[in-house]
């Protein structure tokens, strides 16, 4: 069964085209010739551009974000088209035409920018040319962000723009003095609040280059590297390759921070594996998914939704990083168990352990492509700025892959690394920049203030009630929207409402960044879901719903970073909530599956399940609050194992 996986494990570290295939997204065009040259010509220049920027004095904020936008957005025409040669995706005209225009937008843009800066918004006259420009910008961004993420975003965005000019006529407390047309364009395009904001900004600085640090980790062999590892401490298990499947893809999150990423990834080796150890396909697949999903939850990527995060809140990113880690094990924790609980009821197997890789052999062929992260992690603690602390260990990896002849990254694989970052990257620069538009509508509109308003009015003045609220925006818009885009907007209509509720900032925008992941696993729309499904060759639907019996951390965890101490600053607090949680998060897969020692009957299940919600409770405010309720939990699991493990033994039919 390992065998299996080594012929496309040494394929990925030794052949480049097998490489590209990895690294690079897989919907996007095969192009070739000249016109493969030109891409590629300019994937690696905006690498090295952004690249060179971390490590130098910004050429300003319009200037950097214009430069970034006036490479991705041309990019996206020809690599997402809508021509096809010979049956296959292939630029045609309109390709080239968008392409073209979307230069020209920002170019203007890069080339306006100190005349921008010395005018005043809303009082200076808009020029013609300011104005057409502005116009093929937008519609270039809105067409850019269909091509990669589809039309959900794009309606969104066109909503809210006609809710700025349509201001007098809604009802109620929606309503406000409305912007002229020509007063939008300028607001959008011309002012740094508009799609050159801060969202734009860390899109086209440290983002890039934390993208960067993650295809530099998987083309120097990292992914290998953390699959053989993960393969070596699990594998072995009970149910192996479905363990292997959770340690790896807290490994890969660290990579790219991508779900859908990481299934296509890790995924393409654990499923099969899995499948033939036992597990069901939709089962398969639903691990996979949720053990995917928790590499967006991983320091120190955890998705791009975190360094937005970082910004909306003003709290440095080394901290979000830092209180994140605990309930991230703590998810990857409640996966591991109920994939155990799963393999003792159907009695799989793990792998032989003749065919594995070691422990020992594995760090000491790989320990040197662990070094960088443990830089990075060092530079955020010493006070180094995100984006050169990201951009020094992009460095640090390309000279450290020399250690090894299997990591070395040579001259073709240094050319897939940075083509393959700014190929990853434009799958989430015109997303950001449509996200950078909606929230520069709702801030200039007072939209803000009313959605707060009417959260906090249906809350009646309830934490609980309005997290809940929350939870449902939340899976509502992200029926159709990514992770990130659904994180902004929502952090941006919902965030102050949790805040006026006495929610602390970083608490708040935590619950929406973990309530936001729920969309790309539970049905009717679940993105992740379905990517794993078609690996597992499983039903989508039936894949989606045992993904949601399974996350249940996801859930959960939301609530206790409000009423619990999961984001306190006494260590104490923290372990105590997270062992309590720990126990919890261990028996719920016991009263979901009905088996321990032994098939539990109908009434041992709840009292599983009253022992589990007493530990939950356990959790809930202080240690000192939880004392009675922890005490009951102990009494309740003593007496539960005993009975379960030396009581009746007889199995019911």
């Not at 309606?155 to 809210?160: A, T």
């Not at 807290?250 to 899995?274: C, D, E, K």
């Not at 589990?612 to 202080?622: D, F, K, S």
Request: with cysteine; hydrophobic share 55%.
């Amino acid at each position: 069964m390992v065998s299996d996986l080594k012929p496309l494990q040494e394929a990925v570290a030794n052949d480049p085209d097998s490489l590209r295939q990895r690294i690079y997204p897989r919907e996007q065009a095969q192009l070739s010739g000249p016109l493969l040259w030109i891409v590629t010509a300019a994937g690696v220049s905006l690498a090295l551009f952004t690249l060179y920027m971390a490590f130098t004095i910004t050429i300003g904020e319009v200037r950097t974000r214009s430069a970034h936008l006036a490479v991705v957005v041309p990019l996206i025409f020809l690599l997402y088209p809508i021509g096809r040669k010979e049956g296959r995706p292939f630029p045609g005209l309109f390709d080239f035409i968008g392409a073209i225009a979307g230069l020209a937008a920002f170019a203007w843009a890069f080339y306006s920018a100190d005349r921008w800066l010395r005018r005043f918004v809303g009082f200076h006259p808009v020029e013609t040319p300011d104005l057409v420009m502005g116009i093929i910008a937008i519609v270039v961004v809105f067409e850019a962000t269909r091509r990669t993420v589809g039309s959900t975003i794009v309606f969104l965005n066109l909503f809210f723009m006609t809710y700025a000019m349509t201001g007098p006529y809604w009802p109620g407390i929606f309503e406000h003095r409305g912007v002229a047309f020509h007063r939008l364009i300028e607001m959008l395009y011309m002012d740094t609040e508009g799609m050159f904001n801060f969202i734009m900004g860390i899109m086209a600085t440290f983002l890039f280059t934390f993208l960067m640090f993650g295809s530099f980790l998987r083309v120097s062999g990292g992914d290998k590297i953390f699959t053989d590892f993960a393969l070596a401490v699990a594998g072995a298990r009970r149910g192996g390759p479905a363990k292997v499947a959770v340690i790896a893809s807290a490994f890969m999150g660290m990579l790219s921070g991508s779900s859908i990423s990481n299934v296509l990834t890790s995924g393409a080796l654990t499923i099969p594996m899995m499948k033939k150890t036992g597990f069901k396909p939709h089962t398969a697949a639903a691990i996979e998914t949720t053990a995917s999903l928790g590499g967006g939850l991983m320091p120190p990527l955890m998705g791009t939704g975190v360094f937005i995060m970082a910004s909306f809140t003003g709290v440095p990113l080394l901290t979000i990083l830092a209180y994140s880690l605990v309930p991230a094990i703590l998810y990857f924790m409640s996966i591991y168990f109920y994939v155990d609980i799963k393999a003792r009821k159907y009695d799989l197997k793990g792998l032989p352990k003749a065919e594995l890789p070691s422990v020992r052999h594995t760090l000491k062929t790989g320990w040197h492509i662990f070094l960088p992260v443990f830089v990075l992690i060092g530079m955020l603690i010493a006070g180094y700025t995100p984006f050169l602390a990201s951009g020094a260990c992009v460095v640090m990896i390309f000279f450290v892959s020399f250690l090894r002849r299997e990591t070395m990254i040579g001259p073709r694989r240094l050319v897939i690394a940075l083509d393959g970052s700014t190929r990853i990257a434009i799958t989430l620069s015109a997303l950001l920049c449509s996200a950078a538009i909606i929230y520069n509508v709702t801030v200039e509109t007072g939209l803000l203030v009313k959605v707060s308003s009417v959260i906090l009015s249906f809350s009646y003045g309830s934490a609980f009630i309005a997290i809940v609220l929350v939870a449902l925006m939340s899976y509502v818009l992200g029926m159709g929207l990514p992770v990130t885009a659904s994180y902004v907007i929502i952090a941006a209509l919902g965030g102050p409402a949790l805040g006026e509720l006495g929610i602390p900032i970083l608490a708040a925008h935590l619950i929406i960044f973990w309530l936001a992941q729920d969309s790309t696993i539970t049905p009717p729309i679940c993105m992740t879901a379905f990517a794993a499904a078609r690996v597992a060759e499983a039903p989508p639907m039936r894949t989606g719903w045992e993904c949601v019996m399974i996350a249940k951390a996801l859930y959960i965890l939301p609530f206790m970073f409000a009423f619990g101490s999961l984001l306190s600053d006494s260590i104490f607090e923290l372990l105590y909530d997270a062992a309590c949680l720990g126990v919890m998060f261990a028996l719920m897969p016991v009263a979901f599956e009905g088996y321990l020692f032994r098939t539990l009957r109908p009434l041992e299940r709840v009292a599983v399940g009253v022992t589990a919600l007493l530990w939950l409770m356990a959790a809930v405010g202080t240690a000192a609050d939880g004392v009675p309720w922890l005490v009951a939990a102990l009494v309740s699991s003593v007496a539960l194992f005993a009975f379960l493990r030396h009581g009746d033994r007889r199995v019911p039919a």
